[in-house]
C-alpha cells in the first residue's frame, strides 16, 4: 500500500497465484492468537511477480488472501458452509 496525493491510502493488490480445487484444505490453530486458520496449498507464478523468489528465500511467508467464490451454499442443520 502507498499513500496517494490526496493523503488516503490506495492498496496495490497483484495476482500472484491460484488456489486449485485439490488444495489439500485443512484448519490449523493457532495457540499464540488463539484463532483458526484455514491452510491450504497453492500454485505461485513465477512470470508476474517477485513472490516465487520471495517464498523460496524466507522458506515460508504469512499472506492474507482473497477468494473468488462461484458458489458456494449453507446448510442450517449442520452449520456448514460449502464452498463449491
Do not use: F, Q, W
Not at 496525493?5 to 496495490?12: C, F, M
Not at 484448519?27 to 492468537?33: D, G, L, R, T
Request: glycine share 6%.
Amino acid at each position: 500500500m502507498e499513500v496517494g496525493e490526496d493523503g488516503n491510502i490506495e492498496y496495490k493488490e497483484a495476482v500472484v497465484g491460484v488456489i486449485p480445487e485439490s488444495c489439500n484444505p485443512k484448519i490449523v490453530h493457532n495457540e499464540e492468537y488463539d484463532k483458526d486458520y484455514l491452510e491450504v496449498d497453492g500454485l505461485i507464478y513465477e512470470d508476474y511477480t517477485h513472490a516465487a523468489d520471495i517464498l523460496r528465500r524466507k522458506g515460508e511467508c504469512a499472506v492474507s488472501v482473497e477468494i473468488s467464490v462461484d458458489e458456494l451454499s449453507y446448510s442450517a442443520d449442520t452449520k456448514i458452509l460449502n464452498i463449491d
